[in-house]
């Protein structure tokens, strides 16, 4: 096969219909610019949403979880027996919600290949108060060179900078609701009670802000070792430990295995926020369903071109055949078309679509829930362009083919005498 | 190398559509090289549908054509085209060029397509054949900037681009007036007897066949005199 030859006379076809030949090729740009920018679009607004939640929970989070012991002495005592036992109202035992011998279970799980970090925090139950009036709040104690690692800590402090909490003693980094209610400034002293009725004084380093209200008005942040000093408890006192995995789709699995080597409580991120993973589900679905139906317009519009350019140039398929063309020459002459135009319409969409999904990414994006977005997120994957690259040409490859094969089958014989 | 290039053996035909017609009846003749033959007959007499059964366009028949000793019968679609490209030329009625190209190039691209030799030498080709012709100068106009009979001369140098063993034509001066019609012949009985080129004209112009090397006469689907 001359793929020159064949390349030549398709691209006169091409040129003696330019016009319906930019129609339809236009066609495809738009449909590809479209399915660029939309992707990208709904990609990063997925990515962003999904991100407030996810990001800054832990794949997997062990804890202690007090509750009633599920052996009750009387039980190893009627085991064996005729004899079964009722017992009302029964308490937890006087524990503390800490894990046991944490450090060892940190070291253990840092060494697990699955795992990429692992972050202990301490929980502590406070008062913020103001004047005589008491607020509810939770202090986390964080690790906060981990914290930050795993959790991009620093994009919610909005106010101060986070290291201070390492680096000054009996500092504090407040939720911006709580500081607003305490109307309180950076470098001022708060002071706190504890459940135990202890009174602790802090020092507001930075105020952080994660986009939900209830959350800011009642979390702070500050360092493990003053959240246990808060409590009176050794450095070895800590209530969660947050592991973060390299494959997210892994928790539950790993969840369990944890739940039953360590003996604490360990809830994955899926069982957590399963509805964060339907919704960009069916945002994804919909962006590729649109971005297709798009496609195959165009290529309908291409199905269309090619079948009037086959009756218009009966004449020359016919001639050509005649002189020794065979069938599939004919056809590749008409795939060659319809590909070109994919091929073209779809390089420029490809561009276009990257321009356009450039365009909606500097457009202004404020709000207040999220403090480190200033305009619309994209998702610049190279994935879409991959997609929206090869189905331009599957698509046009297909609305070409079709007119193809009949062109091939033309009879020269029944064109020629019907002059 | 034998001397015959082409050989029609019993060939029958039916048409189909709408009822069973047989077109063609016990076709049987043979030409030698360097032979200018015409087919007469009457319109409906079937001439040009053995035309196209013999230029391997039309498969639909029984009996057995052999160009060059080699038999078509069993031949795939690509095979024929690759024979009709290599061994024959065409000339029909109608010029049927490309206007999407130059002259050049229409009588280029069978040799293209043969693409046994270089763009090169198939351009300088064309433009010799243009030359016998007497048409060299138009060849980079558009066909459709020419005139008739210009037109059918280009489709004869097209014809004879790939050096075909046989040259057929379907009423190739049918469409012409008196004056280009007489140059379309004397081109054709130039290249029969200086460049010994075999030809096989369809026509029921009776003076123009009588000045051919042979004729054959067809009548009712069947050959009555092939002298």
């Known amino acids: ?419 | 190398m034998t001397d015959t290039v082409l050989e029609a053996v019993h060939i029958n035909k039916y048409f189909h559509d709408p009822v069973k017609v047989k077109v063609l009846t016990d076709v049987e003749f043979s030409l030698s090289r360097g032979e200018f033959t015409s087919i007469i007959g009457k319109s409906g007499c079937g001439k040009s549908t053995l035309l196209y059964i013999l230029s391997t366009m039309d498969t639909d028949y029984e009996g057995d054509l052999k160009i060059d000793g080699i038999s078509m019968r069993h031949k795939k679609e690509s095979e024929l085209a690759r024979v009709r490209n290599e061994k024959i030329g065409f000339v029909f009625q109608f010029h049927y060029l490309l206007n999407e190209f130059s002259v050049l190039r229409n009588v280029m691209l069978p040799g293209e397509k043969l693409s046994k030799r270089t763009t090169k030498e198939i351009e300088s080709i064309a433009y010799e054949k243009l030359k016998i012709l007497g048409i060299e100068k138009e060849a980079l106009k558009r066909p459709n900037q020419l005139s008739g009979g210009q037109k059918q001369r280009v489709a004869i140098a097209r014809a004879l681009i790939n050096d075909p063993l046989i040259i057929m034509g379907d009423e190739p001066t049918g469409n012409l007036d008196k004056k280009n019609s007489e140059m379309v012949f004397d081109i054709f009985r130039e290249l029969a007897e200086v460049y010994h080129q075999s030809l096989l004209i369809v026509t029921h112009d009776n003076e123009f066949a009588h000045r051919t090397h042979r004729i054959i006469e067809m009548e009712d689907g069947r050959i009555v005199s092939k002298a």
């Open chain 1, 1 to 419: 096969m001359n793929l020159k030859l064949i390349g030549d006379v398709a691209m006169s076809l091409l040129a003696a219909r330019l016009k319906q030949t930019l129609v339809a090729a236009i066609g495809v740009t738009f449909s590809i610019t479209m399915f660029i920018a939309l992707l990208s679009f709904m990609s990063g607004l997925n990515d962003l949403l999904d991100g407030l939640i996810l990001n800054r929970t832990p794949h997997i989070r062990l804890y202690n979880e007090i509750k009633q012991s599920e052996h009750q002495p009387i039980a190893l005592y009627s085991k064996g027996i005729r004899q079964y036992n009722f017992i009302s109202s029964v308490k937890p035992a006087n524990e503390k919600p800490q894990i046991r011998n944490s450090g060892a279970i940190i070291d253990a799980i840092k060494k697990d290949s699955r795992v990429s970090g692992v972050a202990p925090k301490v929980v502590v139950q406070v008062f913020y108060n103001i004047g005589t009036i008491n607020l509810n709040g939770i202090i986390n104690g964080i690790d906060v060179g981990a914290e930050n690692r795993l959790f991009s800590f620093q994009n919610y402090v909005v106010a101060g900078n986070y290291m201070d909490l390492q680096n000054i003693p009996n500092s504090i980094i407040l939720g911006i609701g709580a500081a607003e209610t305490m109307l309180v400034d950076l470098g001022d002293i708060i002071q706190i009670t504890t459940a135990k009725g202890d009174h602790v004084q802090l020092k507001v380093v930075g105020f952080f802000q994660s986009g939900i209200l209830d959350i800011d008005k009642v979390q702070s942040y500050t360092s493990l070792a003053t959240a246990q000093k808060i409590l009176g408890e050794s450095n070895s006192y800590i209530t969660d430990i947050q592991v973060k995995l390299h494959d997210l789709l892994l928790a539950p699995a790993m969840a369990k295995e944890y739940n039953q080597l360590f003996s604490v409580e360990a809830t994955d991120i899926q069982t957590a926020n399963s509805q964060f993973e339907t919704g960009s589900f069916i945002r994804t679905l919909i962006s590729y369903a649109v971005g297709i139906t798009l496609l195959i317009v165009a290529g309908f519009g291409i199905y269309n071109i090619l079948n009037m350019m086959i009756y218009e140039k009966m004449d020359g398929i016919a001639i050509l055949k005649a002189t020794g063309f065979s069938g599939g020459d004919v056809k590749w002459v008409f795939v060659t078309i319809a590909l070109t135009i994919g091929f073209f319409g779809g390089l420029l969409g490809l561009l276009f679509g990257f321009v356009l999904s450039a365009i909606i990414g500097q457009v202004p994006f404020e709000t207040a829930s999220l403090p480190t977005v200033k305009t619309y997120p994209i998702n610049y994957s190279p994935t879409f362009y991959v997609i929206g690259g090869v189905f331009s040409i599957v698509t046009t490859y297909l609305a070409g083919y079709f007119p193809a094969r009949k062109a091939s089958k033309i009879d020269p014989v029944i064109i020629i005498r019907g002059k």
